[in-house]
């Protein structure tokens, strides 16, 4: 299992922190909502019983798709960032540059996830689309950027004469929307996303376990993973010794005194696409208006991602002596996949002699512990989260153990961390300003909008 380490975020050791006190006084709500949790399990914990058929599908699929140089995921938001954490914490940093052997026969993964010409066209320089299998993933099928991004690509394909249902491949809603129709009619392969789970909750559904296939990751080790944490979750009562609990709380009470901002900072370049998963789960679930009585609250912390050691010499400056309103978690690696020690060289000159011969995970594991204890004396919080190692068990591990602290996070703060009211605002803007039919009314309001403004254009 993840390892969890609070110290430094409790009052004992942190001025001005939360109290174990503090946690014992919401233990009640807390336990209350390990009570509901227990009788009526959201989709995203449902699903790892009951898409075993799907897994199986997708593990037959991926294998006879081996012949594909190129494997492309056509997403946004919940639909990629799922994806390109896998990616970043499972296969060689530079994946995509290893050779076909290298990569065991596995084709190289690339994620379109934004509408920027510039980035969509250079991709699509790089890659052969006879070798490549594009699978476009939106629940709905219709959002915006991936359907754009989708019609470049059956553009393309059939530019190149290719048919199209032997290089596409959709992971969308079982029944609904406009993939799914495409689907049936053209007989394209497609996946399912349950109906009950949505986009930033779907990682371990065939969002993120389609591609993680095609390259060679065990999925199954990943679902052990997600699974061993629910049950770790359901089996402990107090709040003390319940991790996600425990977390949940932190965060919340840290929030409720001024500390508004949660940093991720992974001492690991592989888990730092992780932070970027963490924070759309965090951002997406907690940034709401009003709570579940419809009052105003303004809810939420903004998060942010940082890298150790690298952003030592940006950001932490900022953390230790600005305003203090964060919490910092620290992701940690215990051993590494690769073993590198530094050469005992210039023994003769004191600024380096101390680090010859030493494993480079000892100085990066003491350069995270040494930032943590820093802040500690500066009265600033962090917990830490510490990986055994990082394979597709502990990956698993992460991804639940989240989601699970967003769900009893935004429990404490009374909201649904399962809607997003202020994504749909933008997205129907979008759709009136690019004429879609339907939004005709959303137009003129848009336009009204436009009228009313005051431009200052340097």
Same mark, same amino acid.
């Given at each position: ?248 709380? $932190?965060? %919340? @009470?840290?929030? *409720?005194?001024? +500390? ?9 370049? /592989? #888990? ?79 600024? $380096?002699? %101390? @680090?010859?011969? *030493?494993?480079? +995970? ?9 930032? /943590? #204890? ?85």
């Amino acid at each position: 299992m993840l390892k969890f380490d609070f110290t430094n975020a409790i009052s004992d050791n942190v001025a001005n922190g939360v109290s174990i006190e503090d946690v014992k006084k919401i233990s009640r709500r807390l336990h209350d909502f390990l009570e509901s949790f227990r009788q009526g399990m959201p989709g995203f914990a449902k699903i790892l019983d009951e898409q075993e058929d799907e897994r199986r599908k997708i593990v037959d699929f991926a294998e006879k798709n081996q012949h594909f140089k190129n494997f492309v995921v056509v997403g946004i938001g919940g639909s990629a960032l799922g994806v390109q954490a896998i990616k970043g914490a499972l296969l060689h940093s530079e994946w995509n540059s290893l050779s076909d052997d290298e990569r065991n026969g596995y084709p190289r993964l690339f994620v379109m996830d934004n509408v920027d010409p510039e980035h969509i066209a250079e991709l699509l320089d790089i890659i052969e689309p006879r070798q490549t299998l594009f699978n476009v993933v939106s629940k709905s099928g219709s959002t915006a950027e991936t359907m754009a991004n989708y019609l470049i690509v059956r553009g393309l394909l059939e530019a190149h004469g290719l048919d199209p249902k032997k290089h596409l491949v959709f992971t969308t809603d079982p029944n609904e929307g406009t993939l799914r129709k495409i689907s049936i009619d053209e007989d394209i392969p497609a996946f399912s996303i349950p109906p009950n789970v949505g986009g930033r909750f779907s990682v371990l559904t065939p969002v993120g376990l389609l591609s993680s296939a095609m390259v060679g990751i065990d999925i199954a080790e990943m679902i052990d993973g997600a699974k061993e944490e629910l049950q770790s979750f359901l089996s402990q009562d107090d709040a003390l010794k319940n991790p996600v609990l425990f977390n949940a709380a $932190l965060h %919340y @009470l840290y929030s *409720k005194m001024g +500390k508004n901002i949660s940093v991720m900072m992974p001492y690991s370049n /592989a #888990l730092y696409t992780m932070a970027d998963w963490y924070r759309q789960l965090w951002a997406e679930s907690l940034g709401k208006e009003k709570d579940l009585t419809g009052e105003i609250v303004n809810a939420g912390q903004t998060p942010i991602k940082s890298l150790g050691t690298i952003d030592q010499h940006s950001q932490v400056q900022l953390y230790m002596e600005g305003p203090n309103d964060k919490i910092i978690t620290f992701l940690r690696v215990e051993e590494f996949r690769r073993k590198t020690v530094i050469p005992k060289l210039h023994e003769d000159k004191k600024t $380096l002699s %101390y @680090l010859g011969g *030493k494993e480079m +995970k000892k100085l990066i594991n003491a350069e995270q512990e040494a930032t /943590a #204890l820093a802040l500690m004396e500066k009265g600033r919080p962090s917990l830490t989260i510490s990986f055994e190692k990082i394979d597709a068990r502990e990956v698993g591990i992460f991804f639940f153990y989240y989601e699970l602290t967003v769900m009893a996070t935004g429990f404490l703060y009374g909201i649904n961390p399962f809607d997003q009211p202020g994504v749909e605002l933008g997205k129907t803007n979008t759709y009136a300003l690019m004429e879609r039919e339907g939004f005709e009314e959303q137009k003129e309001h848009v336009e009204n909008l436009r009228k009313n403004l005051k431009y200052l254009v340097m």
